[in-house]
């Protein structure tokens, strides 16, 4: 489930509607900070972020995630947030 969820980043409108579905202003002016300060669409800094963190993941990192799915109404849509706020740089003023 979650590996299909990734794989789906690919699709810029799959990446962005996942961003949508957080309701997370702040999230989201995170990722268009990171997005400009790259160069990159937001769509490919959430595909980058993610799988960046999937490759590089401590095991604590990990159980953490796998703890914030199991307490989630929808694991992918929590585990996506929380790859995405532990991943993203902190923007002054947020």
């Known amino acids: 489930m979650l590996g299909n969820l990734i794989a789906s980043l690919e699709d810029p409108k799959v990446a962005m509607s996942l961003v949508a579905a957080f309701d997370e202003p702040a999230l ?3 990722l268009a900070a990171a997005a400009d300060k790259s160069g990159r669409t937001p769509a490919d800094i959430v595909g980058s972020t993610v799988r ?4 590089t993941a401590s095991d ?3 159980t ?4 914030i799915m199991n307490r989630a109404d929808d694991p ?9 706020e532990k991943a993203l740089p902190q923007t002054k003023g947020i």
């Open 28 to 30: 989201a002016a995170r």
């Open 76 to 84: 992918g849509l929590a585990a996506m947030r929380a790859i995405l």
């Open 60 to 62: 604590d990192l990990w």
């Open 64 to 67: 953490q995630l796998i703890g």
């Open 52 to 55: 960046n963190f999937m490759e």
